[in-house]
């Protein structure tokens, strides 16, 4: 070949070249702007899978606290429902047991006013026969006192009669007006300083005239308390003195042979009165029955 063939050759050779340069040139120039494409690609979507993380995460976290919150509500809300469940459940059997007990007290008090008003009523009855004898004794002897052959020894023992059964009738009517007092709640007592040897002497001499107008003069009365004969209490002593007379005057009653005792003792820090004979004696039902009400 001739030197402008071997030139053309190396031309055309160079130019080939170049254009092979210039395509991997730009082969390679496109491969890297694909493998930014790719990689902002990549960048975009690890961004967002990140932040979509990021954001489940939060949601997560958020719903896990408030779900805790809520079943820390909810423990609280059982836990004050089943204390209120078992209050009502107590206050339920407390509230069966308080109806079983008013019932029982019902029943009781059912059968205490029932007694009671057998008492009262066997007490009015008696009390109106009690109360005829006196009021007869009283028209009899005044009825005789009328009479002009009376001698003076006679009329002064009808007049005793007659003042003495008065004593009688005016005693069972303050009894039934004291009576009629402790059933309305408006009997009041007065308090005062007490000597307790003067309050038991004054019940002797009644007592022994009692048991005269009874035709039981060898009944045996005995004092007690000498002990406690200058002890002074504070007490109504009028009502004290009511409540000693009417067990005396019971003891008196049914006592036929033996004794009558009645005095006081200390027991801790009370002073208690108390009447003993050798009667028929009191049912223990009633004894047991019985309260001690400071006077």
Request: proline share 3%.
């Amino acid at each position: 070949f001739s030197e402008t063939m071997q030139q053309q050759f190396a031309d055309m050779e160079l130019r080939y070249k170049s254009q092979l340069k210039d395509k991997d040139i730009a082969n390679l120039r496109n491969e890297r702007e694909q493998a930014v494409k790719d990689m902002v690609r990549r960048t975009i979507t690890l961004t967002a899978i990140v932040t979509l993380t990021f954001i489940v995460i939060v949601v997560i976290v958020y719903y896990s606290r408030r779900l805790r919150k809520t079943n820390e509500f909810l423990k609280k809300e059982v836990d004050e429902r089943t204390r209120a469940e078992k209050e009502l459940i107590t206050i339920k059997e407390s509230l069966e047991e308080r109806v079983v007990e008013r019932t029982s007290e019902l029943e009781k008090a059912k059968i205490r006013a029932e007694e009671s008003e057998r008492l009262k009523s066997a007490f009015i009855a008696n009390m109106s026969h009690e109360i005829r004898t006196p009021l007869n004794a009283i028209t009899g002897f005044s009825g005789l006192l009328l009479r002009d052959d009376i001698p003076p020894a006679k009329r002064k023992e009808y007049s005793d009669h007659i003042m003495n059964n008065n004593k009688i009738l005016v005693n069972m009517i303050e009894d039934l007006i004291d009576t009629s007092k402790i059933e309305s709640g408006s009997l009041q007592l007065h308090p005062e300083p007490v000597n307790i040897g003067h309050l038991l002497t004054k019940l002797n001499e009644p007592l022994f005239e009692n048991l005269a107008r009874k035709n039981k003069p060898f009944v045996e009365i005995i004092q007690d308390g000498q002990e406690n004969r200058n002890h002074i209490i504070t007490t109504d002593s009028m009502r004290l003195q009511q409540v000693l007379w009417h067990l005396l005057d019971n003891a008196a009653k049914f006592t036929v042979q033996g004794s009558i005792r009645y005095g006081c003792h200390e027991d801790q820090q009370n002073v208690v009165f108390y009447v003993a004979d050798t009667g028929i004696g009191i049912p223990e039902e009633i004894t047991t029955d019985t309260k001690i009400i400071p006077l």
